[in-house]
């Protein structure tokens, strides 16, 4: 048994998402404020009883509205001349809603009995929807009236008073405002949502089990009158664990009784998870079999020798005291005794330490040095803690030790799901690739779930580390997108969730050529606002210098750099498609007419870039790529858009002197910056292709013939090595930034500054 499918709809952002549950690892991946964390709480609002305390703002905030109008409907209702509408259905389309579906096999049917929809069911996928709704419509409706009039008449004894007061006084008096609860029917649920609401389950229908459609889900509608599952459909079913963010940080949610993390004092200490653990597993005097005799009886003989050395300690004073008359004949003597237990011995500062390395001289003894576990760094302190939670919770389950011999014991779950937030936080950017290779074996290490696959576990883990990402198979991945308000007609800004299972279709040289490269790279397109891809290494290394001098907001935003290629870029297209990552396109016009050629108009000439053959504008030759009607930006909604940057025409005046303006056709990013800049590189010093620039430069009044030998030049000129002699000039900030970039990187700066407001039209064009 496996969990294929989770539908969440109308909590938070996630107004009707569906998330795909890999078979073992499944990774949140987005930007931030993607709904990840939202995704999370929902699994621990409807899965976990002890996560159950929904509030009104898990209720997604366009549906506010709808639930004032119900609370408006009942208010027009009296007297109840026209019966209110107090059925459950009524609230349905506004309340936050779980949909689990489950991979049922054909034995597991005892596990499922209440969930089968048909008596011919045989095995297949199965759903159950958790739904948050009113437990008594009636008394609910009956507490808001009676709300609602206690108000009106709050207020209108506060008006009837204060028209006394001016009668009197004689004194007009500016009406205050006075706002008493509840206002609304929101402002009612703000307090008695809890009170009022539950969740209750639902049987689904597997054969009305439909596809998102632009990763919108589309949960299925239940018949009207249809009544819940009777008790917890879950029980004995799905047992939930969960390492939440905060670790000790912020607000505390509510402890799981599995987690050794939280001792009996609510420390989040290794020492405190040691002591629950031992407590829980392993004290002989628990529940004590043949093995413990031993423990048993060293605690024994410890504590009769402790107590004898008590009794002589305190003999004298018990004697002075008997000299003062007490006690008397009658009275009761004291007498001094231990109560020992192992687990006391973990209760101290120093139960858990950390010894280091001592390098030590031929023939010199050095005892063994030991530090408490708060000098061992935060990074090592959470990982530690982390897998040893990792392994409670498999114990737990699999009752090792004295928990198999508790009444807990009953029956294995057939299913564990582990939920893990951002385990990322502390953690050293290689320790967080272990932890994600590793967490998965800790919650199977165990013989009998080695050797029983029908008890399945599923791990979850939301995280914004592109060093977590990056060991996770693609097909693990499940990507959350920020909508704007108003995009897919919804008036808030929500979320969907992307299966990045088939971002490339089947097996390819695209797909294997996208994996191993971005496995080469940091995986941060997936927690990227935007994405560059440039042509080579001296875009690479100048570009994040002009962003930070001259495009501010582009600065403070998360961009996603890369160094592809244009033959290589338009690989990335389905990718950046699927995560709808608005994206500028850094590239060359790469001329050719058989061999590469400098570019010239009317020429014949072709273009040898893939990404503008292929990806976008889509056209073959020079003429047409540098017509100035063809379109730069490729639109795909009000919020995704792709625009090329490429060479283009340079006005320039050269020498100083002249007075005629010549026009520049660069072939290449190096050869546009220093057309662009043609007195800064007369005089900068340097080697390689700065002094062939510069030579050409001295000699050269024709940009056509300087052109030309800029061409020569950089066909044998080290590139990166050019990019490394601009880095190290003092006066870079007073370098003009090439034509093409410059317009390109306005372009991105205006499309931050729309993602930031998230005011959008509904108007959709393909192309501008």
Request: charge should be negative; proline fraction near 6%; include cysteine.
């Amino acid at each position: 048994m496996q969990i294929e499918h989770l539908e969440i709809a109308n909590f938070r952002k996630l107004l009707a998402v569906r998330i795909d549950l890999a078979d073992e690892t499944t990774l949140f991946v987005g930007a931030n404020n993607s709904g990840k964390t939202s995704a999370m709480l929902a699994l621990r609002r409807f899965l976990t009883a002890r996560g159950r305390t929904f509030q009104t703002h898990d209720i997604t905030l366009c549906h506010w509205a709808g639930i004032n109008a119900i609370g408006h409907a009942w208010l027009e209702g009296r007297p109840a001349f026209d019966p209110p509408d107090l059925s459950v259905e009524v609230w349905a389309p506004f309340m936050p809603s779980l949909d689990l579906w489950l991979k049922v096999a054909p034995n597991e049917l005892h596990h499922v009995s209440k969930l089968v929809p048909t008596l011919d069911w045989a095995g297949g996928i199965l759903g159950v929807r958790l739904r948050l709704e009113p437990k008594d419509p009636e008394a609910l409706h009956k507490e808001f009236l009676q709300a609602i009039a206690d108000t009106e008449t709050m207020k209108e004894a506060v008006k009837k008073q204060t028209e006394e007061e001016v009668s009197l006084s004689g004194l007009s008096r500016d009406s205050q405002k006075l706002t008493l609860w509840p206002s609304s029917m929101m402002d009612f649920l703000g307090r008695r949502l809890d009170h009022q609401f539950s969740v209750k389950a639902y049987s689904l229908d597997p054969a009305k089990l439909a596809d998102p459609i632009k990763s919108v889900a589309r949960p299925q509608e239940l018949a009207p009158g249809i009544p819940p599952v009777e008790g917890d459909p879950l029980a004995g079913l799905i047992r939930v664990n969960e390492i939440n963010a905060q670790r000790g940080f912020g607000e505390m949610n509510v402890t799981d009784p599995d987690d050794e993390a939280v001792g009996q004092s609510g420390g989040h200490r290794l020492s405190d998870q040691l002591r629950a653990y031992y407590k829980k597993h392993l004290d002989p005097s628990d529940r004590p079999d043949p093995s413990d005799l031993g423990a048993l009886q060293a605690i024994e003989a410890a504590q009769d020798a402790f107590d004898r050395r008590l009794t002589e300690s305190f003999k004298a004073a018990f004697e002075e005291v008997e000299r003062m008359g007490y006690p008397g004949v009658t009275d009761p003597k004291p007498h001094v005794s231990t109560k020992l237990r192992a687990v006391d011995g973990l209760n101290h500062q120093a139960a858990v330490s950390f010894q280091i390395d001592v390098v030590m001289a031929k023939g010199e003894v050095v005892p063994v040095l030991r530090l408490p576990e708060d000098n061992n760094g935060l990074g090592y302190q959470n990982l530690i803690s982390m897998i040893f939670r990792l392994m409670s919770f498999r114990d737990a389950w699999m009752r090792v030790g004295k928990a198999a011999k508790s009444m807990e014991a009953t029956d294995f779950e057939p299913l564990h799901l582990v939920l893990v937030e951002e385990p990322e936080a502390h953690l050293h950017a290689q320790v967080q690739q272990v932890f994600i290779k590793k967490a998965y074996q800790v919650l199977r290490a165990h013989e009998d779930l080695k050797e029983k696959p029908l008890l399945r576990t599923q791990l979850v883990v939301s995280t914004h580390s592109s060093h977590v990402a990056h060991e996770t198979s693609y097909a693990c991945l499940r990507y959350f997108r920020r909508l704007p308000a108003g995009m897919e007609n919804v008036n808030v800004p929500v979320s969907v969730v992307i299966n990045l299972t088939k971002a490339f279709g089947e097996e390819s040289e695209t797909s294997r050529f996208v994996t191993r490269y971005l496995r080469s790279h940091h995986a941060d397109l997936f927690f990227a606002d935007a994405a560059i891809l440039v042509e080579g290494a001296a875009e690479r290394m100048l570009l994040p210098n002009f962003i930070k001098w001259h495009y501010p907001r582009i600065n403070q935003g998360y961009i996603s750099l890369l160094e592809v290629g244009g033959s290589h870029a338009h690989k990335l297209q389905s990718l950046i498609n699927l995560l709808g990552l608005t994206t500028l396109i850094i590239t060359d016009l790469d001329a050719q007419k058989g061999i590469a050629i400098q570019p010239k108009l009317g020429d014949g000439q072709t273009t040898n870039n893939d990404t503008l053959k292929s990806w976008w504008p889509k056209k073959l030759t020079v003429d047409e790529l540098l017509d100035p009607s063809v379109p730069k930006v490729l639109k795909h909604d009000q919020l995704y858009e792709v625009r090329v940057a490429y060479q283009l025409p340079v006005e320039i005046i050269w020498p100083a002197t002249a007075t005629a303006p010549q026009t520049a056709l660069p072939y290449t990013f190096e050869d546009a910056l220093v057309f662009q800049n043609l007195q800064y590189f007369s005089s900068l010093a340097g080697p390689g292709l700065v002094k062939k620039f510069r030579d050409a430069i001295a000699v050269h009044t024709d940009v056509d013939a300087m052109g030309l030998a800029f061409f020569t030049a950089l066909r044998t000129g080290t590139k990166a090595e050019f990019a490394l002699n601009i880095l190290g000039a003092e006066d870079l900030k007073d370098i003009a930034i090439p034509t093409y970039i410059a317009e390109g990187l306005e372009w991105l700066e205006g499309q931050l500054e729309k993602k930031q407001i998230e005011l959008l039209s509904t108007e959709v064009g393909k192309s501008e």
